[in-house]
Nanobody
Framework: VQLQASGGGLVQAGGSLRLSCAASGSILSIKSMGWYRQAPGNERELVASIINRDGRMNYADSVKGRFAISRDSAKNTVSLQMNSLKPEDTAVYYC???????????WGKGTLVTVSS
């Protein structure tokens, strides 16, 4: 499975960005997809995930109400709509996919999101 993320960039606080991730390869084996992020000096953390079977979503408390994850099964993509961005959202964001409903098996290359104050 290969994951190609796009959509990062620089935005002012309060602004919005949309990240997209396209999956290719053995996509029928994927049970879940999600987004993680890693800020300088911090560990990588879950931002949001979605289970393919039933669409259940999970969000980090810090992004609830501001971020929304969605998937397009026909296009094999997962997106992350990020609204009301804060400087603390600045990080490298990674697309991820799992062969199980929880956990990560595959990582995409990161895309940098920078939120200026």
């Amino acid at each position: 499975v290969q994951l190609q993320a796009s959509g990062g960039g620089l935005v002012q606080a309060g602004g919005s960005l949309r990240l997209s991730c396209a999956a290719s390869g053995s996509i029928l084996s994927i049970k879940s997809m999600g987004w993680y992020r890693q800020a300088p000096g911090n560990e990588r953390e879950l931002v949001a995930s979605i289970i393919n079977r039933d669409g259940r979503m999970n969000y980090a408390d810090s992004v609830k109400g501001r971020f929304a994850i969605s998937r397009d099964s026909a296009k094999n993509t997962v997106s992350l709509q990020m609204n009301s961005l804060k400087p603390e959202d600045t990080a490298v964001y990674y697309c991820a996919a799992g062969l199980f409903e929880y956990g990560v098996t595959y990582w995409g290359k990161g895309t940098l999101v920078t939120v200026s104050s």
